[in-house]
């Protein structure tokens, strides 16, 4: 391919408005106003559009464009610095060209300039998609719209094919560069969803990588096909979609950790229906052709990442259930046969909008007082989370989290209160992160007002004079990070406590009412006897670098002298004792709590947990603290066995209400320093704030008194709307064998599951159990969890005792129909799937043998089903198994070596061909078992090595 010779083009040109409509009544365009080809009307209502930075604008931005504008005004100072020019497109056609050729293509990369081997493959995954789409297609000649053409890079790739090519853009700075970089290309501004074009204007559509970026797929993909010819050509590349019934809780949590849609690229992830609900609305008068790049979680092979084409009607369904990037060839039978969409809504002229241009801070204070009023004054930090959050450099926030952390930048829009001029806030960086920020920037309106330094170990507090904002409009408030790297981590930042004051007096006070470095902790201590474990954790406590600390030990009735030689050898120590009968460990822990209640005088204070048999570091306390403040959070600490210290017994607990189990999580993954969606926390080793134990009260020592109290606490907590949380950068030593009745599964006498299920020492008591789930469990699970808890318990006596040489005969004789009926009913799914599947793909169902029912399998599989196939076998045949892949005749098998037919439906000549002759060689039953033996081996090493 030759370069295009641009020496006589010209910036300015006679635009052509043959093909141009107007996107308000969809009637012709005409020039207007000096001659020099700057205004343009329509011809039926009068409005006028016009050149904007040389650019003809046909429409205006909408509501939901604001945003995208802001970030387009933020990087202004990029003007005439995009640097993507002919030379530069060229020179990277020539080098995918020869990569695409090159027989060792590793040490081709090795090659690769360093300035282009970061994008190097995923530009080539862009050209070889438009190469595959293309490869029967000459465009010299033709009449091509590049949609979504950005800086023209790919609109000059299509002019290298002699294409006479539009490239459509919606932003004018890029449109601008654009034009003065690839003046040969006819430059227009709009919109994707309402293409400003007439019906039938163009030969080829085409639209690289940039259909996940607009907010209306389906609009923009009816359009694009709208304004083609008939037998003309839509091709689409390298777009993300995800399952067709997903909610948007993926997306954000992909785009959580995606640094170029936190600071601004409107990208997106959109549903496999939004791509072909206009294909298959249409569906008579288009050809489709649909291929993914990647598909995740392929029947059968896992994930696929190279150039696949599926048959839509068959593979659809399948599709919509997966996730991939997917790229589309649609022909255009006849002439589109619904009216062109047309624009009602907008709200601002590209004119208008690049005259505010002349400083980001301008445009800003210009566009904020026009932001939608759903995205004004949004909660913060808020529960869920949003695209436009994201958008805004906020990340998602964490459960039951009061703060919420931005990557370099973060963004509010607020709503100027009239009893208010001052918005004040906290800053601080992730605790034991790799943040390099080292201050944050706040901007009003895009104009800087203050810059604040920030390090994990504290919080700032910052705050914005609001006073020259008119009562009643619109801001924005920009936090911007100074330092830091260019990964999510390495640049965050965190806010918390964003709140309205009146003035600097009310902010100080404020600022000044939260002392952490004299917070009390109160350690308090339940015990009873065991006097050797109260010495050694009273050790363990004078020990702490945190200080004031105040230990209590609340014994609950000891006989061995605890109280006595606690108060003689350790006096600044406080002993409670009860005042009549013995305590378990609720009651102890209760005491101990009413006794902080009384005698703290700040709300600042702690309550740390803490049982006796436990050994833990001299920062234990401190750690927890500086957890506790950061996170706003009760936190407990990763708990650890004290005979081997590798072993970890807790590191979150968890309680699953379905099904009534107490799980526990027993790793943690690499760097991972703090875990928050823990439900409960242990009585063992966990410190409160004093505050939320105020709001919830105390531990409820009459209605649990051993067990499940803790647990019962930690659910009010939560429930609250308080968070919870492991920090792993501390542990406890626990000593388990010191536990109580532990319940066991095998049979075993009356007297001991007597114990087990009544005994105040059982983790399994009943009446315990009884009493947590009618205070907590959700109501569509308390009667079922209710009715589990009777039937262990009859189960426990009749199965597990000597009782069950009677009950068990009777078990099975009262549960044997009931698991034959399933039986039964699971058969009759099995071939309702199985016929439903026949009336889908009929004879092809032969090649899916998971889709036929297990009871039949066998001999249909020998009888009728094509067996699995090497790359050897089907060369011999003089077939190429790659072609065949890309062709949906062949699909990969979980063994990458072995193939297997996707179909047997090769048309009526089938019989004389090779694929006839490869169709006999898989069906033929004296082979296919060998085959099948040999691919079977193969699979279970290949899963042996996963």
């Avoid at 039951?400 to 009239?418: D, E, I, K």
């Avoid at 792993?728 to 114990?755: C, D, M």
């Avoid at 889908?840 to 009728?864: E, H, S």
Wanted: glycine fraction near 8%; include cysteine.
């Amino acid at each position: 391919m030759t370069g295009v010779d641009l020496q006589g083009a010209e910036l300015m040109y006679t635009f052509d408005l043959s093909d141009i409509r107007c996107v308000a009544c969809n009637n012709d365009i005409v020039p207007a106003g000096d001659g020099q080809c700057n205004i343009f009307a329509c011809a039926d209502c009068a409005r006028n559009y016009q050149k904007v930075l040389g650019v003809p604008f046909f429409g205006d931005y909408e509501e939901e464009d604001l945003l995208g504008l802001i970030e387009i005004a933020a990087n202004v100072g990029n003007r005439d610095r995009f640097g993507i020019t002919p030379s530069v497109v060229e020179e990277w056609e020539a080098l995918l060209l020869a990569y695409d050729r090159a027989t060792d293509k590793d040490a081709f990369l090795k090659k690769v300039p360093p300035e282009k081997a970061s994008v190097f493959l995923n530009r080539y995954g862009e050209w070889s998609e438009v190469s595959h789409l293309t490869r029967d297609i000459s465009l010299a000649g033709l009449k091509v719209l590049d949609v979504g053409a950005g800086l023209g890079f790919d609109s000059h790739r299509l002019s290298l094919l002699g294409a006479d090519v539009t490239a459509l853009e919606f932003s004018p700075l890029l449109a601008e560069s654009g034009l003065k970089n690839f003046p040969h290309i006819r430059w227009v501004g709009g919109f994707s969803h309402c293409l400003p074009f007439k019906n039938a204007s163009f030969d080829a559509v085409f639209c690289n990588a940039a259909l996940h970026h607009m907010r209306n797929v389906p609009a923009a993909i009816f359009e694009m096909l709208r304004v083609l010819r008939p037998n003309g050509v839509l091709i689409t590349t390298c777009d993300s979609f995800r399952p067709s019934e997903t909610g948007d809780d993926l997306e954000l949590e992909i785009f959580d950790k995606d640094p170029a849609v936190l600071l601004g690229v409107n990208e997106g992830i959109p549903r496999f229906s939004d791509f072909i609900s206009t294909l298959e609305r249409q569906s008579e008068i288009l050809d489709v052709e649909v291929l993914t790049h990647i598909l995740y979680d392929a029947p059968d092979i896992g994930t696929i990442t190279h150039l696949k084409q599926w048959n839509l009607r068959k593979d659809g369904p399948m599709l919509a259930k997966r996730s991939g990037s997917i790229a589309m060839r649609v022909r255009l039978k006849d002439v589109w046969p619904e009216p062109a969409r047309l624009q009602t809504n907008g709200v601002l002229s590209a004119q208008e909008y690049v005259s505010w241009m002349s400083s980001a801070s301008n445009a800003v204070s210009k566009l904020a007082p026009m932001m939608p009023r759903k995205y004004v004054d949004l909660p913060f930090p808020g529960d869920q989370g949003s695209k436009f959050e994201l958008l805004n450099g906020w990340r998602r926030p964490q459960k039951y989290q009061h703060a919420r952390t931005a990557y370099r930048r973060g963004r509010w829009f607020m709503r100027r209160p009239s009893e208010h001029s001052i918005v004040a806030f906290d800053l601080s960086l992730p605790l034991g992160g790799s943040s390099g920020v080292e201050a944050v920037k706040v901007m009003l309106n895009g104009a800087a007002v203050g810059t604040y330094p920030v390090s994990s170990k504290n919080w700032v507090s910052a705050q914005v004079d609001i006073a020259t904002v008119p009562s009643g409009d619109v801001l924005s408030i920009e936090l911007e990070a100074i330092g830091g790297g260019t990964a999510v981590e390495e640049a965050a930042f965190v806010v918390r406590n964003r709140r309205l004051v009146s003035g600097t007096s009310e902010f100080d006070a404020g600022v000044g009412s939260r002392n952490f470095q004299n917070s009390t902790v109160y350690a308090v201590v339940p015990v009873f006897n065991r006097l050797h474990f109260t010495h050694e954790c009273i050790r363990y406590l004078k020990e702490q670098t945190y200080g004031p600390l105040q230990i209590i030990i609340a014994d609950g009735g000891s006989t061995d002298g605890t109280q006595e030689i606690i108060r003689s050898e350790f006096p600044d120590v406080t002993v409670l004792t009860p005042s009549d009968a013995e305590l378990w460990w609720s009651g102890s822990v209760a005491m101990g709590v009413d006794y902080v209640l009384r005698h703290s005088g700040s709300i600042d204070d702690y309550v740390l947990m803490m049982n006796n048999d436990t050994q833990f570091p001299p920062d234990y306390v401190e750690k927890l603290v500086e957890t506790s403040e950061f996170h706003d959070a009760a936190v407990g600490g990763l708990i650890v066995d004290s005979r081997d210290a590798t072993r970890v017994l807790d590191a979150g607990e968890y309680i699953d209400w379905a099904t009534y189990t107490f799980s526990v999580r027993h790793s943690i993954n690499d760097g991972e320093r703090f875990c928050d969606d823990v439900d409960v926390l242990p009585g063992r080793g966990s410190l409160i704030p004093l505050r939320m134990i105020r709001a919830v009260g105390n531990i409820d020592a009459d209605m649990l008194p051993h067990y499940l109290a803790d647990y019962e606490f930690f659910c009010r907590l939560k429930e609250q709307g308080f968070r919870l949380g492991v920090t792993y950068e501390t542990q406890i030593l626990a000593h388990i064998e010191e536990t109580g009745i532990v319940p066991t599964n095998g049979s075993s006498s009356f007297r001991a599951i007597w114990h087990e299920v009544f005994s105040r020492r059982s983790m399994s008591n009943f009446g315990d159990h009884w009493r947590f789930v009618a205070r907590h469990a959700p109501d569509e699970y308390r009667n079922r969890i209710r009715f589990r808890l009777v039937k262990r318990v009859v189960a426990d006596f009749t199965l597990r005792t000597p009782a069950r040489w009677f009950f068990f005969p009777l078990y099975v004789l009262l549960t044997l129909p009931w698991k034959i009926l399933a039986v039964v009913k699971g058969q009759k799914r099995t071939f309702s799937r199985f016929a439903a599947a026949i009336r889908r793909d009929g004879a092809d169902v032969v090649c899916q043998p998971k889709l036929i029912p297990g009871i039949i399998r066998l001999p249909v599989y020998l009888a009728m089903a094509p067996g699995p196939l090497k790359r050897e076998h089907i060369e011999e045949q003089g077939l190429i198994a790659d072609e065949l892949l890309q062709r949906g005749i062949l699909r990969h098998t979980r063994c990458h070596e072995w193939y297997a037919l996707n179909t047997i439906n090769f048309g009526g000549e089938a019989a004389n061909t090779e694929l006839g002759q490869l169709r006999r060689r898989a069906w033929n039953p004296v082979t296919k078992i060998g085959r099948t033996v040999s691919w079977y081996l193969a699979t279970r090493k290949t899963r042996v090595a996963e």
